[in-house]
Structures are given as structure tokens and as C-alpha cells.
């Protein structure tokens, strides 16, 4: 869906409150950000405006947020941007859009967590306060969430491109580490809510530790072990074991070792994405190249007891 045609402007998102929700119209407006899914436009100081323009399914993911994400913030310790208008699809903008609280702080690609100790705990204590069991009605996830042998075509595709290119520094060891996880027993117990796709740039950081949580696209129940992948892709060095010994209820060996399987899904697939903005490719966030690495060498310096 990136094209020309799709181009969202400051004077289209005006329009588009003028028509809809008259009342906000007059706030100041500026781009924050061009995200994957979704631009993400400054309304005023205390809200934004949240856009699909890159992919098809990107309006769906945005009346999920809207239908769910009121009712999970209210128990959650870090802070999330909550939705409180729905846009619907005009002649103006054939998609869906939703207006959102405003949070401060800096994505975790650009300035990553420092404080170790602080970040783990509030990365776990923000995990356990989600992993709640979901309800029936709760939204099945796209590819998140469910069996890793799931995704071996997906692992084996990534890893094979990651390989050419040069940018696995040790492929025996990466290997090794996702057939582990995916020998390791199937989660077993209820579907928990999941956000679905903790990567760096959609946690934001302030004073070294993390303020915030974006994007929940990928909002989902299902196996834990898909958002403690967090433990390897957004933790400094050496504290994995700290973020387990805080979170509750606490992980088993084999959530961890899938947690693992998970965190090689996320970093190929950054590691991808950075390498394609390296090289100026649509769609290439050159950020994501670095923390991605750093995950990859986690895990392959790791061993669970």
C-alpha cells in the first residue's frame, strides 16, 4: 500500500476530524512517526492520530485496538496509548483510523533500556499484569502466539536469507538454539492475552528504563513464551535472568526455551528489516538492524540451567 496515492497529510487528517470529530479539529498537528503499519500524527499535546498506509490489514488491527485496549490499560503499569475515537472509512480515507492518548518517550530502537535491574522489573511486572487468561472472544493472532513448529517454514526462510546475506555471524549456533526450542513441550495452559510484537520500536524508553508500549496490532491470546521473547530482544546483556525471577507466575524450563525460539523469529526478522534499510529498500527501518544483532548474540551466548 505505500504509493504516492497514499500520502496522509496534515490537511487530509484535519479534514477528516472536521467531518468526523469536529471537536478535536482544531488541535495543533505534526508527523511523530511513519511506523510499519500505520503513520502516527501529534494531535495537540496529549493525543495522536494513528493511520493505516502501508498494508492491507492495517485498519483491522486499529478496531482491534479501539475494541480492547481501554479494557486492558486500566490494569497495566506501564503506560499505553488508549484509544477513544474510532474513524470509520469515507471517499476522504477508505480505511479505518483511531485518535489515541499521546505517550512521551523514545522508542527503544533509537535509545535503548540502560538501567538493567529497573527495566527488568518493569518489563516483567508489565508481562505479568497482561498474561491474564482471555476471554473466547478475544482475537486470534495472525503468526503469533501458537505452536512454534508453526512457523518453521517462516524460521527456515528467514535464517537462510539472514545466512546469505552475511548477517548470522554464527549459524551453527542459531540453529541449535531454535531446535531446542521447538523440542521443547507445547504450552499447555489457558490462552493469555499477548501483546504479539514487543521489538524495540514499539517500547519507549526514558532515564535508561521503559515508560511506555505501542502498537497493538498484534494484540492475541495465546503462549506467553511469544512476549517473554522480550527478555532476549529488549533487556540489556546479562539480565534475562533477572526479568524471570520477577515475573509471575513464573516461567517454566520449557516457556523459556520456546521464549527463545521466539526472540530468533523477532530478531531475523529485524535484522532483515535493518539490513533493508541499510541498503535505502522500501520498507527498511535502519534502527532495527542493531538491537536485533545484539538479541542474536544473546541467545547464542545463553544456556538454560
Not at 182 to 207: Q, R
Amino acid at each position: 500500500m505505500r504509493s504516492p496515492e497514499n500520502d496522509i497529510t496534515a490537511e487530509l487528517i484535519r479534514e477528516l476530524l472536521l467531518d468526523q470529530h469536529p471537536d478535536l479539529a482544531e488541535y495543533p498537528l505534526r508527523l511523530g512517526a511513519r511506523g510499519w503499519d500505520n503513520q502516527l500524527w501529534r494531535l495537540g499535546d496529549h493525543f495522536a492520530v494513528r493511520l493505516p498506509w502501508a498494508t492491507q490489514f492495517a485498519g483491522a488491527l486499529l478496531r482491534k485496538e479501539h475494541t480492547w485496549l481501554p479494557v486492558l490499560a486500566p490494569r497495566l503499569p506501564l503506560r499505553v496509548p488508549v484509544p477513544f475515537r474510532l474513524g470509520e472509512p469515507s471517499e476522504r480515507f477508505p480505511r479505518p483510523w483511531i485518535v489515541t492518548t499521546w505517550l512521551p518517550g523514545t522508542p527503544a530502537d533509537l535509545a535503548p533500556a540502560t538501567n538493567a535491574a529497573e527495566a527488568a522489573d518493569d518489563l516483567a511486572a508489565f508481562l505479568a499484569a497482561l498474561h491474564r487468561p482471555a476471554p473466547g472472544t478475544a482475537p486470534v493472532g495472525r503468526d503469533r502466539g501458537g505452536p512454534l513448529i508453526n512457523y518453521v517454514e517462516q524460521f527456515t526462510a528467514m535464517f537462510t536469507s539472514a545466512t546469505e546475506l552475511g548477517l548470522i555471524h554464527d549459524p551453527d549456533a542459531v540453529r541449535a538454539v531454535w531446535q531446542d526450542a521447538v523440542a521443547a513441550p507445547d504450552w499447555a495452559g489457558p490462552a493469555v492475552w499477548l501483546h504479539g510484537d514487543l521489538h524495540p520500536a514499539n517500547v519507549l524508553t526514558s532515564h535508561g528504563t521503559f515508560c511506555g508500549v505501542i502498537d497493538f496490532g498484534d494484540l492475541c491470546a495465546g503462549d506467553p513464551a511469544c512476549d517473554l521473547a522480550a527478555s532476549w530482544t529488549l533487556l540489556p546483556d546479562d539480565t534475562a535472568d533477572r526479568f524471570y525471577e520477577t515475573y509471575r507466575p513464573a516461567a517454566d524450563d520449557p516457556t523459556r526455551r520456546r521464549a527463545r525460539g521466539w526472540a530468533l523469529l523477532r530478531a531475523l526478522t529485524c535484522v532483515l528489516i535493518g539490513d533493508a534499510g541499510v541498503h535505502g529498500c522500501p520498507g527498511g527501518k535502519v534502527t532495527w538492524g542493531p538491537p536485533a544483532q545484539a538479541a542474536l548474540r544473546r541467545l547464542v551466548a545463553s544456556s538454560l540451567s
